[in-house]
C-alpha cells in the first residue's frame, strides 16, 4: 500500500503544480480548441496530465528498489520501454503536429523494446490452432506490437471527458492488482498498485472540475502499461485466461472497433478523420438535455462532468465478470458477447431517441 500511496501523492502534487502553474506554461500546454469536433470544454485547459501519472509511477517503483529490487526493476524497465509511447503523445500535447500515425508507431516501437529486451509477448489466446501459430517467434512478435498499440489508441479514444478515460484505467488496473494477488505475481502486482495512485492523483484534479487534462502523452502511456502488464499476467500464470484481458478492456477495444465500423462502413468515411457520434459524444449530447441551450461554464463543465458516471457503468459490464472469471474461458466469452450486444443496443437506442427514460437527465433535475 505505501506503493500506491507514495504514487498518489507524487501525481497528486505534480499535477496540483501544472494546474497552478498553468499561466507560465499556457502557450505550450494549454489545449485552447474550443471549437472542435470532439471537444467539450469551455476554457483553455492544460493537457499534460500524464506527466504527474508517469513522475508518480516512477518514484513508487524506485522507493521500492531497497527492499524489492527485482520488483522495482522490472517495473522501471518496462517504464523505461513506454518512453515512445509517452514521448510522442506528450510532443503531441506540446506541439499539436505529431500525427496519430506517427504515435502509433512509436507506441509499437514501445511494445517492439518490452518484447526483446523484457520478453513480453503474447504466446497464447486459447485457440489452438492459433495458439500454434503464436509459437512462431515473428508471428507473436506482430500480433503483440499491434496488440498494444491498438489498445493505447483504444484509451485515448475513450478520453472525451472529465474522468471518463482515468477511472475506467483506474478500475481496469484495481482489477489486474486483485488477478496479480490471485497467482502471486509481484511485478503486475506492484505496478498495478502504483498505477492506481498515480492516476487517482490525476483524476481528483480532472473529475469533476476538468482543470486538467490527461492528454495524448497520459492516454497512450496508460493504454501501454495496461496491455503490457495483462500480458506479462497472462503468458506468465497459466491459470489466468488469455480471455481476461480481452474482457477487462472491452470497453475501449469494442468502442474503437465499432467506430472504425461505423465510419468506413456506414459514413463512408476514413476511420481516422474524428467525428461527433462516439458513444460518450451521445451520451454528453442526447442524455445530458437538461442543459440545452445553456452556454454557460458551469453548467457545461456540470454537463461534461455528468457524462462519465455513465461510461463508468457501461465499463463495469465488463470489468466485474472479467474479474469474477479471470480463469474460465467460456465464462468470459460469454459475457465478450453480452458486452457488445449492450453497447450496439445503447448505442442504437440513443441514435434513434429511444433511450430508456431513467438514463435521461432533464430539466429540473439536479
Known sequence: MLSFALGFLVS??????????????????TDTDLAGVQKFHVR???????????????????????????????????????????????????????????RLVCTMVAAALAFFLLDIA????????????????????????????????????????????????????????YVAFQVHDPIVLSASFMMMGAV??????????????????????????LAELSIMLVMRNRDVSAWYPVLLFMYPIFETCFSIYRKKFIRGMSPGIPDGVHLHMLVYKRLMRWVVGTRTARELTRRNSLTSPYLWL??????????????????????????????????????????????VVRKGKR
Not at 12 to 29: C, D, F, M, N, P
Open 12 to 29: 497528486l502534487l505534480i499535477t496540483l503544480l501544472i494546474v497552478r502553474y498553468a499561466h507560465l506554461h499556457e502557450k505550450l500546454s
Open 44 to 102: 483553455p485547459v492544460p493537457r499534460i496530465g500524464g506527466t504527474g501519472i508517469l513522475l508518480g509511477l516512477i518514484a513508487a517503483a524506485v522507493q521500492l528498489h531497497r527492499a524489492y529490487p527485482a520488483v522495482s526493476g522490472g517495473i522501471l524497465g518496462l517504464v523505461a520501454c513506454g518512453m515512445p509511447a509517452f514521448g510522442s503523445g506528450l510532443v503531441e500535447d506540446l506541439t499539436k503536429r505529431v500525427s496519430p500515425l506517427v
Open 122 to 177: 503474447v504466446t497464447r489466446i486459447s485457440v489452438p490452432p492459433l495458439d500454434f501459430l503464436l509459437s512462431y517467434a515473428v508471428v507473436s512478435f506482430a500480433v503483440t506490437v499491434l496488440a498494444v498499440a491498438a489498445l493505447a489508441n483504444a484509451i485515448n479514444i475513450i478520453d472525451g471527458f472529465n474522468g471518463l478515460a482515468s477511472m475506467v484505467a483506474f478500475m481496469m488496473f484495481a482489477s489486474l492488482a
Open 200 to 225: 487517482l492523483g490525476f483524476f481528483i484534479w480532472n473529475f469533476p472540475a476538468g482543470l486538467i487534462f490527461l492528454g495524448d502523452g497520459g492516454a497512450y502511456f496508460i493504454g501501454f502499461m
Open 314 to 359: 457501461l465499463c463495469l459490464i465488463a470489468v466485474v465478470p472479467a474479474t469474477l472469471f479471470w480463469r474460465h474461458t467460456l465464462h468470459l466469452f460469454c459475457f465478450v458477447v453480452v458486452f457488445a450486444a449492450t453497447y450496439v443496443w445503447l448505442y442504437v437506442s440513443i441514435v434513434r431517441f429511444k433511450s430508456p427514460r431513467w438514463m
